[in-house]
DNA sequence: AGCGGATGTGTATGTTATACACAGTTCTAG
DNA sequence: CTAGAACTGTGTATAACATACACATCCGCT
């Protein structure tokens, strides 16, 4: 495997770790390195990860961790990688739409347990080694149904990327609710800032109360609806496949 | 309308920009600090916006800037909401499917336009005047619709996520292209990286050459397909509501 | 035995955001 | 018409940050 031509952020993920040669034992490894700075940003964002702070948490100079990684930006890379690897990801060989409905519930959830991912700046295509793990599952779920390759990764990737989205919506609610006493919740910044002439269909959807309940965003609910929209669109999609009938270009094409 | 409620990084966007009244004439305005943080930002990302390249770009000082802005997380809010406005959201009353497609291209193309939109921490849910004009627009484009307001929202965000999510990609690929010659494109990379005992399906389809376009990215197809298959399970939803068949939770379900 | 590469450290540099005090400008109250 | 108050852009200062570099120390290989 030649590694020389990769893009040099994501070397570190492949470079094999080579055994100690010579000189005083690493009192660190990439390993601590990194789990000092995903327990740095659990805690205090993004943000809060610098040099500086990761070393201290490790009772070492900031500098030392640069022989571990050549810079934060690498850091970066390897602290997603590594979050996004922590739990294998699912696998069912019986129904894809089971297995993917776990599946993007799983990607959810890793966004939830670790928000700062959704703030990594993204410096390559997705090609760690947790992230083609995950990808590799993906596709496995729809490993018996019909379909063309390129529409199965395309469905990796939008429920991947619904995934996401409603991890950061789920994340921005959340972190709404703490100080509540100076700063409104959704419901009521709408409320303050929509106006039915202008906002007519808003200021219904405000209305209802929605967005007033004391947990803002209800998982089940609300993470299980857009799946089911997207898994029955799936569903569809094989179904007209196994009918010979490809629709490749977008549903423009009224067709209600 | 009372704005003290409102998260604080909110309140600028809604701040009547109050008339001259004592002292010199402000040279420079809002307007113009955010238009050059942008310009600065589309060519070299939102990592080469600093409070002192912007005003340096104006011609003026550091510190002049924080005459019309509180902080630069304030700046980056104000930022993403222009970006957001520049062009008015689509709607279109008479087909719900054609409406939504549109709207939807219509933010995908716009984080294509300024791809440091994916990269602005979100402070806080979207309330800013421009993202509230995409979401009613995307609300009115389901108007005619018999559906749950609480599901015409969730498809709302369920297509914006989908956008996001592309256009994350695709700006992933195309970043990938200028420096080929030190650097694989994506399809190398993945031949580099992957292997046909743990990565099968990954195999499959790098050995399907879909990643080694000239252009890797190709929006009509690749955008088109996931979005024709949100809007199919849409329909497949509106139809089932029409029928009095409300399904609320994850399709986990085998369903198949 | 000792060489050379590896390790953690201290120092130094450049960049960053932003607090603060200032001097100049212009409107408004008297 | 004048004095002061509010607002302007500016210069200086600070603290946090990433990171380049030189160093002394350590240790396995020859």
Redesign the pocket.
């Known amino acids: 495997m030649d590694i020389g031509r990769l893009p040099k952020n994501l070397v570190v993920l492949y470079e094999p770790r080579d055994a100690h040669?010579?000189?005083?034992?690493?009192?660190?490894s990439l390993a601590a390195v990194v789990g000092a700075a995903i327990e740095i940003a659990d805690a205090d964002g993004l943000a809060g990860v610098?040099?500086?702070?990761v070393a201290e948490r490790l009772g070492?100079?900031?500098?030392?961790l640069?022989?571990y990684v050549k810079?934060?930006?690498e850091l970066l890379v390897v602290m997603a990688d590594a979050a996004t690897g922590e739990h294998p990801p699912v696998v069912n060989a019986e129904s894809w739409r089971a297995g993917l409905a776990a599946w993007t519930g799983s990607i959810f959830a890793t966004y939830r347990r670790h928000p700062w991912l959704l703030q990594v700046p993204m410096s390559a295509p997705p090609a760690g080694p947790s992230q083609l793990l995950w990808m590799e599952a993906g596709l496995q779920n729809l490993a018996r149904v019909d379909l063309p390759i390129g529409h199965k990764l395309q469905i990796i990737q939008l429920l991947h990327g619904y995934a996401r989205g409603e991890a950061q919506m789920s994340t921005d609610l959340s972190s709404l609710a703490p100080d509540a006493a100076t700063t409104a919740g959704y419901g009521e910044i709408l409320r303050t800032v929509t106006n039915p002439a202008t906002h007519p269909a808003l200021c219904e959807l405000v209305a209802s109360g929605i967005f007033d309940g004391p947990t803002d965003y209800d998982e089940d609910v609300d993470f299980g609806f857009g799946l089911t929209t997207i898994l029955t669109g799936v569903a569809q999609l094989i179904e007209h496949q196994a009918r010979g009938l490809v629709r490749g270009t977008a549903g423009v094409s009224t067709g209600e």
């Open positions: 040669r010579r000189g005083p034992r690493p009192a660190l610098s040099m500086s702070k070492y100079t900031t500098m030392s640069y022989r810079s934060k930006d």
